[in-house]
């Protein structure tokens, strides 16, 4: 069978060629994919919305030559709240930026991905400070990784240090208002 149904979080979306758009994607079964979306870049795409990072979608897609193939797009969250204050799209592309950098694609974390997940439920539902949710999300991150074992917090650097030795790529701490 050609056809995959798969539910995640976009990450990251692209420009590819003149009418596509290329869709990063963080599964919960297959880790980080890359999907293709035919004709995003036309005034009658038909999933308009649906496919901006920190949403939360159920996809279907067919395994084409080069590319999956987004074929049917719904959107489970959309945390609509997030879009409305600067600290919290910031913290919300933070976190997609520390999953970018440490993961690979196509290995399966489903411990991450609801972390993820729940981070950007957080951000969407509470009115949690900021800074916690940051350092709550830091110290789930560096356990679930094996990177840390103790209760203790790390300050933004170094956790950036952290981050860096791990994964190989810096990270920069979000600039809150």
């Keep these: 069978m050609k056809n995959e149904k798969v539910t995640g979080i976009i990450l990251s979306q692209k420009a590819l060629f003149e009418k596509d758009k290329r869709i990063e994607i963080f599964t919960k079964s297959e880790g980080k994919k890359t999907a293709l979306a035919k004709y995003a870049n036309t005034k009658s795409f038909r999933f308009s919305g649906k496919l901006e990072p920190t949403n939360?979608?159920?996809?279907?897609?067919?395994?084409?030559?080069?590319?999956d193939i987004i074929?049917?797009?719904?959107?489970?969250?959309?945390?609509?709240?997030?879009?409305?204050?600067f600290n919290k799209i910031a913290l919300a592309c933070y976190f997609i930026d520390i999953i970018r950098k440490t993961t690979a694609f196509n290995q399966a974390n489903p411990n991450l991905f609801y972390l993820l997940l729940e981070g950007l439920s957080t951000l969407h539902t509470t009115n949690t400070p900021i800074q916690s949710i940051k350092t709550q999300f830091q110290n789930h991150f560096l356990k679930l990784?094996?990177?840390?074992?103790?209760?203790?917090s790390h300050t933004d650097s170094q956790f950036e240090e952290i981050i860096h030795h791990y994964s190989g790529h810096p990270l920069k701490a979000p600039s809150f208002i």
Excluded: A, M, P
């Design 145 to 152: 990784e094996g990177l840390h074992k103790t209760n203790t």
């Design 71 to 85: 074929t049917q797009c719904t959107c489970l969250e959309h945390f609509s709240q997030i879009r409305n204050d």
């Design 56 to 67: 939360h979608v159920e996809l279907i897609l067919y395994k084409g030559r080069s590319f």
